[in-house]
């Protein structure tokens, strides 16, 4: 038979690939990620060759021993196996930065974690060093003397507390513990549970947990093939020059090196069953300045507004109290009075309440772009309280001028007082729509969903999705990704119709539910997604189809495939969801530290006004993440949900999260 060139950079699923490809054809579905399992294998096949070459060689004193023989059948195969061990590495190194001397400095104190993976640097660097030098060796061995040979094969193979066996062996303990402990207790898993845990290292490595495990499964991996293949190659050198026949010394060896794969490669499997498959997006490195990129805002929902008591009731009248106003419209306009000054609010105003009863209101510039969604910078009572004061210093003057707002008396008895009211305005300047349309993969294509994000076009929130062509195995075509596009419209347009193609939001009906729609069964992928109303709450479904994992052929798309949302869900049904409340939050992207999950799956939060002391309530908060949520690689998933993020006392963000599909666990199974 033909020995097959060893390819060993493919990823995963070119096996599967090339049921329905022809190897020749070349090519790779994802060059970044190294297919470990398969590079196990081939070194473990490649070897096994070297082998049948030695032992069927004639017996022949007058040529070179074939160590030495760097031309001979032997030694090319070997090169050609440590080509592909050092391109994987190389391949690794580019797409997992991730080192364990960097990885080392994730973990912020010194803990016994710390100490165990200074112990396996140090044991790591020692392989490394060899590896080095019996490369070096092989290409030089006309020079080489048998002598030093022999030095180096002895090193690597005989018994002992210094060899490389030995240093093999306890590196393996160290990572992955004894077959009989728990997978829970090895380090590796700690290192998992630990990355999970820690938000900082996630956003480093830009990378979902199962991911991560799988990237640093191969580091630990490779290392392990490389000193296989020294003592494989220490073996032969001992016995070409005539020190035994070692047979069963290699069968302990090799026995050992399986046990420790299988075994490896059973932790691994146990971590990837236990750990999560959900990829959300950090911060971008400073929100500044990334308005309408990195994200976007609802604006004018319930904005801070100023208006005279005077001015809330049909009588003029001034009978009652600030607070006695909850939902009410501006009614008139009192001559000389603040309401001449500034833009009338024609929607309804809600929660007035007294603050003081004189101030100086400062407008804010509206035709300066950043500012566009407010209408005042800040408000200055003579009581010295300031709303809106955070970043600006007390003595900045007001850049429009500054009106003055003055409480009066009327009738001796009553106080004409100014209130604080929250306006909710429908105008062009108050972005509130949210898509309601289905967005569907080209299922007829055999497209599947593989990322997503918000995106605001012509005022409309719409959740874009990413599309890709599925292949066997839940992986997806890389060369095929593109987003889908969106089907835009003009919230205007009189065809256009708030409740069928879109959202808008309002006082009684701004709530986000945040959900992660996911399902455990892995003949479904998502080929859609849509928000819909419930219960006046915006409410993400996501469209499931069944797939052949052989073929990789989505089965009757058209007909077969089902919408769910979390309501579906059996854990649910009894369980009201959850509040989540923002307590006077300060506007999202003044927060100097990085957003963390703060959501659970059945909760909800409305869209509310930004604190009041903070930001006079002139913005709508949460605001919303635009970064796209695509892993990589792209991959099948089995479900998408509405988080959100933030830090206490910030208004933080919605965003998008997706589920990948669990291909790993299929893959790595025996
Ligand atoms: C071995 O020789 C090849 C070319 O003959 C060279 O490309 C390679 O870098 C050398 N390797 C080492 C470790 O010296
Ligand atoms: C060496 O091993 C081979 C089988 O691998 C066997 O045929 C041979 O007899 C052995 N030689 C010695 C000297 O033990
Ligand atoms: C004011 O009058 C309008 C129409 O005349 C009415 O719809 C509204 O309810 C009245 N508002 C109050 C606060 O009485
Ligand atoms: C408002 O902003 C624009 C553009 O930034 C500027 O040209 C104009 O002078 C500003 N007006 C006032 C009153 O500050
Ligand atoms: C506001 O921003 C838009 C788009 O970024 C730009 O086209 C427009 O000129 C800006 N307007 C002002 C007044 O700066
Ligand atoms: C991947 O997609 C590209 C572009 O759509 C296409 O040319 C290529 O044949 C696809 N590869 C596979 C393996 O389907
Ligand atoms: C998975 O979904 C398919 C299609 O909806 C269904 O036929 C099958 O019974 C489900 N399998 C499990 C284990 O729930
Ligand atoms: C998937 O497709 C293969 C090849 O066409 C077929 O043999 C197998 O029965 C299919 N599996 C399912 C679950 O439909």
Not at 376 to 386: A, C, E, H, M, S
Not at 440 to 446: A, E, M, T
């Amino acid at each position: 038979m033909r020995f097959k060139l060893i390819m060993s950079v493919k990823f995963l699923m070119l096996l599967f690939a090339m049921m329905s490809l022809k190897p020749s054809s070349g090519i790779s579905i994802i060059e970044d990620v190294v297919d470990i399992i398969k590079l196990i294998q081939e070194v473990s096949e490649g070897v096994q060759i070297v082998w049948n070459l030695i032992d069927n060689a004639p017996v022949d004193t007058s040529k070179l021993p074939i160590v030495l023989d760097k031309h001979g059948e032997v030694m090319r195969r070997m090169d050609e196996l440590n080509d592909h061990i050092q391109h994987s590495e190389k391949l690794q190194a580019e797409y997992f930065a991730m080192t364990i001397e960097t990885l080392k400095h994730e973990f912020h104190t010194e803990s016994l974690l710390t100490h165990k993976l200074s112990e396996i640097e140090d044991m790591t660097k020692v392989i490394a060093k060899h590896y080095r030098y019996m490369t070096e060796v092989q290409n030089f061995t006309d020079k080489l003397d048998a002598f030093t040979l022999n030095n180096f094969a002895e090193w690597c193979v005989k018994p002992g507390s210094n060899s490389l066996g030995y240093l093999t062996d306890a590196l393996h303990s160290n990572i992955f513990g004894e077959p009989e402990d728990k997978s829970e207790s090895s380090l590796f898993a700690q290192m998992m549970a630990n990355y999970e845990k820690d938000e900082s290292q996630i956003c480093t490595a830009e990378r979902s947990p199962q991911q991560y495990a799988y990237d640093l499964f191969t580091k630990l991996m490779l290392t392990e093939l490389k000193a296989y293949l020294m003592m494989e190659f220490s073996w032969m050198t001992l016995r070409e020059s005539g020190k035994g026949n070692f047979t069963l010394e290699m069968s302990l060896m090799r026995r050992n090196y399986q046990e420790r794969i299988t075994h490896s490669k059973q932790v691994l499997l146990d971590v990837m069953t236990r750990i999560g498959r959900v990829y959300w997006r950090c911060d971008p490195m400073n929100w500044q300045s990334k308005l309408g990129v990195s994200y976007d805002q609802v604006t004018r929902l319930l904005q801070g507004y100023v208006e005279n008591e005077v001015n809330l009731n049909n009588d003029s009248s001034c009978f009652q109290t600030c607070e006695d106003y909850t939902d009410v419209r501006s009614q008139g306009c009192i001559a000389n009075e603040l309401c001449t000054k500034q833009p009338r609010c024609e929607g309804r105003l809600h929660s007035c309440q007294f603050i003081g009863a004189d101030m100086t209101v400062c407008q804010s510039n509206a035709t300066s772009n950043i500012t566009s969604s407010r209408r005042y910078d800040y408000i200055q009572f003579n009581n010295g309280r300031r709303l809106g004061q955070d970043g600006i210093e007390v003595e900045t003057v007001c850049a429009t001028g500054g009106d003055l707002a003055e409480s009066w008396s009327k009738w001796i008895f009553w106080r004409c007082n100014y209130c604080f009211c929250l306006c909710d305005e429908e105008s062009l300047l108050s972005d509130r729509y949210f898509n309601l349309r289905d967005t569907l993969s080209d299922y007829q294509r055999n497209m599947v969903v593989t990322g997503a994000r918000f995106v605001k076009a012509q005022r409309v929130f719409h959740l874009q999705l990413q599309q890709g062509e599925l292949l066997p195995g839940g992986l997806v075509n890389q060369s095929s990704l593109a987003w889908i596009p969106l089907e835009l419209y003009d919230v205007s347009n009189v065809d256009i119709r708030n409740g069928y193609d879109y959202h808008k939001l309002n006082y009684n009906s701004r709530a986000m539910d945040l959900d992660e729609i996911a399902v455990d069964n892995d003949t479904l992928v998502v080929t859609g997604a849509r928000f819909h109303v419930l219960n006046n709450h915006l409410n993400l479904e996501v469209r499931f189809s069944t797939f052949n994992f052989t073929t990789g052929h989505l089965i009757r798309p058209d007909v077969d495939s089902i919408w769910l949302g979390n309501d579906w869900r059996k854990e649910h049904q009894d369980k009201p969801r959850q509040k989540l409340m923002l307590y006077d939050p300060q506007v999202s992207t003044k927060s100097a530290l990085h957003s963390l999950p703060l959501s659970k799956d059945n909760q909800y939060m409305e869209f509310v006004s930004s604190s009041v002391d903070k930001d006079a309530a002139q913005s709508t908060v949460p605001f919303i993440d635009l970064q796209d949520v695509v892993p990589n690689p792209a991959v099948s998933l089995s479900g998408l949900g509405i988080y959100h993020k933030g830090r206490r006392g910030f208004g933080g963000f919605f965003a998008p999260k997706v589920v990948t599909y669990n291909f790993w666990e299929k893959l790595l199974a025996p």
